[in-house]
């Protein structure tokens, strides 16, 4: 399978990818994330508390957008749903936000609280399209959004084509994950300590390679080095 081969894929968005460096769909397997949204571990909102907080929350009034010297802040009454308390959360120069927060819908909240107490959103993820614990994120480019990264890489894992070097053997006896199931876990971890242990698996091919390489080098080295004394 090509980059070409992926749905949705344009010359367009191949050429962002080969800027990146990503010219073969196990160079897109092998794009780690710039870091991980864990909705596994939710606990109630703290007001008192400055850093950044996740939180799930349910929108419980009217979504209100105030213009001041060409700035804009939408604000909107929302109630916490594992400690039952409400606050206000706030979004500056995005207007767009009033139409998008509807009455009773539920989201995943990532922001913190300022010196009035309200909570600054960053990050705001409908419930619904939270099918896992741990969410990826990676690097914006012109094109390339997170969502559209991990469709085309689900795209490369259900097409059974296979990337690993070493034989199922090895894999066993070292009590390795099979290398699509680490990529797998990699862009669609089901937990925290199975995509460390992804990690360790990759990371591991990755040496297993770098240590052939060195060894066809060193062998074709002796090879022009007998060709030379002859």
């Known amino acids: 399978m090509e980059l070409k081969d992926i749905k949705g894929f344009g010359a367009k968005r191949i050429e ?17 994330p710039t870091k991980y949204l864990d909705y596994s571990n939710i606990v109630g909102v703290e007001t008192t508390l400055t850093l950044p907080q996740t939180i ?9 957008t105030a213009f001041f010297k060409g700035k ?23 207007p767009f936000m009033k139409s998008n927060l509807k009455m009773d819908e539920v989201f995943y909240l990532i922001g913190s609280f300022n010196k009035n107490r309200q909570f600054v ?7 619904t399209k939270i099918g896992d614990a741990v969410v990826p994120v990676y690097k914006k480019s012109s094109g390339l959004t997170s969502g559209v990264i991990r469709s085309s890489i ?17 894999e066993e006896d ?3 994950l099979p290398l699509n199931s680490a990529f797998h876990e990699l862009h669609f971890p089901s937990s925290v300590d199975e ?12 040496m297993l390679l770098l240590a052939s390489l060195e060894k066809l080098v060193k062998q074709s080295s002796k090879e022009k080095e007998r060709e030379y004394n002859n």
Do not use: H
């Open 16 to 32: 962002v990818l080969n800027e990146k460096g990503i010219f073969t769909c196990l160079d897109l397997l092998k794009l780690e």
């Open 56 to 64: 799930k929350a349910q929108v419980i009034s009217i979504a209100k």
């Open 72 to 94: 804009s802040a939408t604000t909107v009454k929302m109630l916490d749903l594992n400690n039952l308390k409400s606050f206000t959360a706030v979004w500056y120069n995005q």
């Open 121 to 127: 959103v960053s990050n705001i993820t409908p419930s």
């Open 154 to 170: 689900k795209q490369i894992l259900e097409s059974g084509e296979q990337f690993a070097v070493v034989s199922k053997k090895v």
């Open 174 to 176: 070292n009590d390795l």
């Open 195 to 206: 995509l460390e242990k992804a990690k360790d698996r990759i990371n591991f091919e990755d």
